[in-house]
């Protein structure tokens, strides 16, 4: 169950302003979680309570968890369902301690969405935003509740519905950059804090890839009518 989101931002400001400056713009993962076809994994902000577990078949090996940036990679077999879903939810703050976190807004590209890709940018759900129960749900609604007339609390949820049929698999990429020229496609999602000047894009790509076996190669199909051979060879001179 989510809890009522507790920061200190008040506090950290005095301590940022007594301290005697301001560095440059800081991005911090505040929450993150994947669900594939209704089996949710999700860090838990509130520590000591531990996260769900990553499944195995995501590889968060290039993703920081602490800024939140990176590629997040996933594969999905075929299996007796067609029907599959994967979404993911992140929710990101620029600069907390200085300026908290009600003055972000998000934006999404000119770019065309995919067929089966689905978004949200939303307040995460501790006021007024349903982004939450729409990722637990897949139910992603392709709207931008946090515009930059807006601005609030802001995360973002990406997501596909696709189908696979047997012998093939899904390869699915999630990239958060702090550079649109790292995105994966020309569609995308923006996370900005106009009083930092600090912005993150959201991308996403889905490769269905055959996993038929290979057929093997003249030379291999040759070693193994040679064996055939031999062994009904062996067996006649057993018989003679």
Do not use: C
Request: charged letters at 15%; zero cysteines.
């Amino acid at each position: 169950m989510k809890m009522v989101k507790i920061k200190t931002s008040l506090i950290m400001l005095i301590f940022s302003l007594y301290a005697g400056g301001v560095n440059a713009a800081s991005i911090d993962l505040f929450q993150w979680g994947v669900n594939i076809d209704g089996s949710v994994a999700l860090t838990d902000p509130f520590p000591p309570t531990l996260p769900d577990p990553i499944p195995t078949n995501v590889d968060i090996s290039l993703f920081d968890e602490s800024t939140g940036l990176g590629t997040i990679t996933l594969e999905v077999m075929a299996s007796g369902v067609r029907a599959r879903t994967v979404d993911f939810f992140f929710d990101h703050e620029f600069d907390e301690p200085i300026n908290s976190f009600f003055n972000e807004y998000g934006s999404v590209s000119a770019g065309t969405l995919n067929v089966g890709q689905s978004w949200e940018i939303d307040e995460p759900g501790f006021l007024f935003g349903d982004i939450f129960n729409n990722f637990l749900a897949s139910t992603l609604d392709n709207s931008n509740n946090v515009p930059d007339i807006f601005p609030d609390d802001v995360s973002v949820a990406m997501g596909w519905d696709f189908e696979l049929d047997v012998g093939e698999m899904a390869m699915i990429t999630m990239l958060i950059a702090d550079n649109n020229s790292a995105v994966l496609d020309d569609f995308y999602l923006t996370h900005t804090d106009p009083d930092s000047n600090a912005f993150i894009f959201f991308s996403s790509s889905l490769e269905i890839k055959s996993i038929v076996a290979p057929i093997p190669a003249p030379a291999t199909l040759l070693l193994v009518l040679i064996g055939f051979l031999g062994i009904v060879r062996h067996k006649r001179l057993i018989v003679t």
